[in-house]
Nanobody, 121 residues
Framework: QVQLVESGGGLVPAGGSLRLSCAASGTILSINAMGWYHQAPGKQRELVAAITSGGSTNYADSVKGRFTISRDNAKNTVYLQMNSLKPEDTAVYYC???????????????WGQGTQVTVSS
């Protein structure tokens, strides 16, 4: 079994910063892409940022220049540094990882439990 555990959410004023962390644990052979998604009330879950095992990154247009995704492959951990936060960034943030388990021939998607980020105006 694989678990993703997120941390770092909270309440911040507009213009503030937060750093989210997500650590993957369990029976892991390798991890391909890791990413962060967010879901606001009444809206669909959307990609915020993703990073491959080689370090290539992809960002939603709404966060480019403000958010930075990074990962520590040795720790199976992905981070999201969020700067210049806006009230519209308020959402539950979910971590995602494509994980290959021992004996498996493909990668399975795993999700964290979500962490609330609230930005006050």
């Amino acid at each position: 079994q694989v678990q993703l555990v997120e941390s770092g959410g909270g309440l911040v004023p507009a213009g503030g910063s937060l750093r989210l962390s997500c650590a993957a644990s369990g029976t892991i052979l390798s991890i391909n892409a890791m990413g962060w998604y967010h879901q606001a009330p009444g809206k669909q879950r959307e990609l915020v940022a993703a990073i491959t095992s080689g370090g290539s990154t992809n960002y939603a247009d709404s966060v480019k220049g403000r958010f930075t995704i990074s990962r520590d492959n040795a720790k199976n951990t992905v981070y999201l540094q969020m700067n210049s936060l806006k009230p519209e960034d308020t959402a539950v943030y979910y971590c995602n990882a494509e994980v290959q388990e021992p004996g498996g021939t493909w990668f399975n998607d795993y999700w964290g439990q979500g962490t609330q980020v609230t930005v006050s105006s």
